[in-house]
C-alpha cells in the first residue's frame, strides 16, 4: 500500500514563525503536491514537484516555499508564519503527470496565533 | 483555478437510499477521479473515469461521464452511516497540470 506521511496531524504556531511542514511518500512516485484546504474553499494547490530538485508553483504560492531534496520528501514552508495561514494542509504524491491516481497523507491542521 | 464544481453542496438522506452527487468542469480533460474524505482526514481516491469511458462501477459506486456535457454523477446505492463524508471530484486538465478538484458535496448518511 502507497503510503504519504505528514509529520505532524495538529500544529500551533505563532505569528513570524518559520515553520515546516514535512512529507514523506514510500512508493517512488515522481510527483508530490500540497494542498491547502478551506472550508467553502475546496483544495487549492500551493506547490507541486514532478521531481526531485525541481518545483513548479500552484494557484497560491505567495508566502510559502518548498523543498526535493528526495525523492520521497516534499517540504512546505511557510518563510514568516501569518494568521492568514491557519488551514488544513494536505500532501499528496501520484505515479505520473498527467495524473494518475493521487495518494494523500493524513492532513496537518495548522493553527497560527 | 477551480476547475470542477460539484452539486449539491451538501445532501442529507436516510440510510438505504441512494445518493447522487453531480460535476461539472470547465475544460478539456484526460480523466475525471471522485475522492472521499472523512471529516478531518486526508483523501482517499474512489474511482478514475477516463474522458473515453462513459460509465464505470466499483462496488456500490456508479460513475458517469458526459464530455459534451462536460460534467459527471457519482451515484452510491444503499447507502450506510460509513457513507457520511464529503466527496470530491478532480479533475485533470489535458497537459501535464496537477489535479484541479472541486468544492466537494457533505453527504451524510442517517442511520
Known amino acids: 500500500d502507497v503510503k504519504v506521511t505528514q509529520s505532524s496531524r495538529y500544529l500551533v504556531k505563532r505569528t513570524g514563525e518559520k515553520v515546516f511542514l514535512e512529507c514523506v511518500q514510500d512508493?517512488?512516485?515522481?510527483?508530490m503536491f500540497w494542498y491547502r484546504q478551506d472550508p467553502g474553499l475546496g483544495l487549492r494547490l500551493i506547490y507541486f514537484?514532478?521531481?526531485?530538485?525541481?518545483?513548479e508553483k500552484g494557484d497560491i504560492p505567495e508566502g510559502y516555499s518548498v523543498s526535493r531534496e528526495k525523492k520521497e520528501r516534499f517540504s512546505l514552508i511557510l518563510e514568516s508564519a501569518s494568521t492568514n495561514q491557519t488551514s488544513m494542509y494536505l500532501c499528496?504524491?501520484?505515479?505520473?503527470?498527467?495524473?494518475?491516481?493521487?495518494?494523500f497523507g493524513q492532513g496537518t491542521r495548522l493553527t497560527v496565533v | 483555478s477551480q476547475q470542477g464544481e460539484e452539486d449539491p453542496q451538501a445532501l442529507s438522506i436516510q440510510e438505504g437510499e441512494n445518493a447522487t452527487m453531480n460535476c461539472s468542469y470547465k475544460t478539456s480533460i484526460n480523466n475525471l477521479q471522485w475522492y472521499r474524505q472523512n471529516s478531518g482526514r486526508g483523501l482517499v481516491h474512489l474511482i478514475l473515469?477516463?474522458?473515453?469511458?462513459r460509465e464505470k462501477h466499483s462496488g456500490r459506486l456508479r460513475v458517469t461521464l458526459d464530455t459534451s456535457k462536460k460534467s459527471s454523477s457519482l451515484l452510491i446505492t444503499a447507502s450506510r452511516a460509513a457513507d457520511t463524508a464529503s466527496y470530491f471530484c478532480a479533475t485533470d486538465p489535458s497537459g501535464n497540470t496537477p489535479l484541479v478538484f472541486g468544492k466537494g458535496t457533505r453527504l451524510s448518511v442517517i442511520a
Open positions: 499528496a504524491s501520484s505515479l505520473s503527470l498527467p495524473s494518475t491516481e493521487a495518494f
Open positions: 512508493m517512488d512516485h515522481e510527483n
Open positions: 514537484s514532478y521531481d526531485v530538485k525541481m518545483k
Open positions: 473515469i477516463r474522458s473515453n469511458e
